[in-house]
């Protein structure tokens, strides 16, 4: 921040002006509600529809798909074809929720919107990337429509942006990038790390070897009892788990005690999920107990089921997963001390997930604060 703000006030001593996003700003087509003048050069693109994006992904290739979604995946040369598109530039979507999206090099696009820097020494494309990002807020507003919201492209192009030296969109391009560069770094590390529990859950806890039992032969399956969400609480010491793993609110009381393991039936049905301490489990909600199973064993065993739990979701209007799939799960028993031992070395695993995950949340805090500070020159 101190050399951003000793350059400004360098190069920038009567502060820095803003122009229209369409001064300095080519875009893939000309939009009926703006004026010519606003478009004097148009960079045309191929698109293709999300189906048939979908069908050529292929990520051992390196062309991006620009979904008009924030998703990311690539495609090869080869299934990408005459579709193949080249350039730095920024997208935001011609439907559904606005994003802004960057990309430097070959790609292939859904129904984006697509602009490019027409004067590369008086405004970066990166740079402005970052100030779009920064104004999403402001973008969103420019989104109508009942069904699936389209953009205001003379409100887009229209809006005022910052343009300081070029230096200085390139220092802040630096300063922005190596933050992203951090947090996407944390990302894969989290990522290869759950692949590397996913490895070790499904090696400990395996039938080969072990006595495999019916869990309803061997274990209790209770379900949740209603609370009225009247008498919930924003905050308190007992959180309600009912259709999601994240509290649905506090209660006075607990029907659950510290240590126990428990399913999400319906909603998000499937989920699995594990309270240290005690908690109120609502109607959606299955806890499961057994005086020969470790509960945190049972939570990871449960994960190595959770696909298939999510297969049994059943019933009309409201889907459930029912007691008795929990009861006619196999579930391998070694003894209970290694049983312990199994969900120690996993505890391991989601601790240090847990805390990356805590750190990447802090980083993107940081990093959205310098960018608004960054951005709004003020």
Known sequence: ??????????????????????????????????DNSMQKSIIKYKYLLANKLNEIVDNTGDIRILYTSEEVAYTTEEKAGEFISQGEIVA???????????????????????ATSIAPKILDTKFLYYVLLNKLDIINTFYRGAGIKHP???????????????????????????????IDKMKQEVEMRKKQMEYYLNILICKDNVAAR??????????????????????????????????????QYSNIPANNTFIISAGTAGEIGFSAKPFWAADDCLVISSVLC???YLYYYLKTQEQFLKSQIRGGAMKRLSRETIE????????????????????????????????????????????????TFE
């Open 328 to 375: 006619k799960l196999e579930i391998p028993v070694p003894s209970l001390e290694k049983q312990r031992q199994i969900a120690s070395i996993l505890d391991s695993f989601e601790t240090y997930i847990s805390k990356l995950e805590k750190m990447i949340e802090l980083r993107q805090k940081q990093y959205e604060y310098y960018r608004e500070k960054l951005l």
């Open 92 to 114: 935001i979507p011609w439907g559904g929720n606005p994003n802004v999206k960057y990309y430097n090099g070959r790609f292939v696009t859904g129904d984006n919107r697509i």
């Open 294 to 296: 470790d509960s945190k």
């Open 152 to 182: 205001s492209m003379f409100s887009v192009l229209t809006l005022e942006i910052p343009l300081p030296p070029l230096n200085i969109q390139k220092e802040i391009v630096s300063i922005l990038d190596s933050f992203t560069s951090l």
């Open 1 to 34: 921040m101190n050399r951003i703000n000793e350059m400004i006030r360098e190069f920038c001593p009567n502060g820095i002006k803003t122009v229209p996003l369409w001064k300095y700003t080519a875009w893939d087509k000309k939009f009926n509600a703006v």
């Open 214 to 251: 019916l869990f309803g032969d061997i274990g209790v399956v209770q379900r949740g009892k209603r609370v009225v969400r009247k008498e919930l609480a924003l905050q308190g010491c007992i959180p309600v788990f009912q259709n999601s793993l994240t509290p649905l609110g506090y209660y």
